[in-house]
């Protein structure tokens, strides 16, 4: 059995544990868009979500515990994200990397507490391990996406490559945040330029749309 501090959250199955267990979600979300992780406890939850200090402790056993379920309800919208169709439909491969990452932004722009959790100095482990399962589990989306609008047929390692791409992406985003605290256009210009210099390395300039 694993020994995360994230495998060991109390998942709520009642309607009012639920209802509990996102407003604490909400309480850390909105401590973490004014103050570094290192600084926030379970007590400092307790306060800001106007709740018992023993009630957390039903759900989370400490501050790392909190923050991988954060984590977690973070990637599964981003996922959500990336799964929306895009309308109208890309006419390249390079649109789609350029129109993904620009959708990124904005929702990680709108989400400060998201970019300090992801790309601050004092990201935990298990927060860390599970942003990368969530950049594998965005390149299989996107590998995805790209075979269904364009003939991939004589790409190899379609996937891999994409995941390379993603962390690119993620590297030009970490410089933007380390400096400016958010993501700018400017550095949203040099992730994609960067993005799909790579893959370019790669694949063809132009792809066959699918019939």
């Keep these: 059995m694993s020994d995360n501090q994230g495998d060991r959250v109390r998942q709520p199955q009642r309607k009012r544990g639920v ?13 973490l868009a004014k103050r570094p992780d290192s600084d926030i406890s379970l007590a400092l939850v307790a306060q800001e979500a106007n709740v ?12 790392d515990a909190i923050l991988v379920a954060l984590a977690q309800r973070y990637h599964v919208q981003l996922a959500e994200l990336a799964r929306a169709p895009l309308d109208p ?23 400060p507490s998201a970019l300090r959790l992801f790309m601050g100095a004092g990201v935990s482990a298990e927060v860390r391990t599970l942003d990368l ?4 589990a965005l390149a299989h989306l996107r590998a995805q996406e790209f075979r269904h609008w ?28 380390s400096q400016h605290r958010r993501l700018t256009d400017q550095y949203l210009e040099e992730s994609i330029r960067a993005s799909i210099a790579y893959l370019r390395c790669y694949l063809p300039e132009i792809l066959s749309r699918q019939s």
């Design 19 to 31: 209802a509990r267990f996102r407003h604490l979600l909400d309480a850390t979300e909105a401590l």
């Design 89 to 111: 439909p890309p006419e390249t491969w390079q649109e789609i990397v350029s129109r993904r990452q620009q959708s990124g932004v904005r929702f990680l722009n709108a989400h």
């Design 133 to 136: 399962q969530g950049n594998a």
């Design 52 to 63: 018992p200090l023993p009630s957390i402790y039903h759900f989370f056993p400490n501050k």
């Design 150 to 177: 364009f003939d991939c047929s004589g790409v190899c390692e379609l996937e891999e490559k994409l995941a390379v791409s993603i962390g690119i992406m993620d590297g030009v985003w970490a410089i933007s945040w």
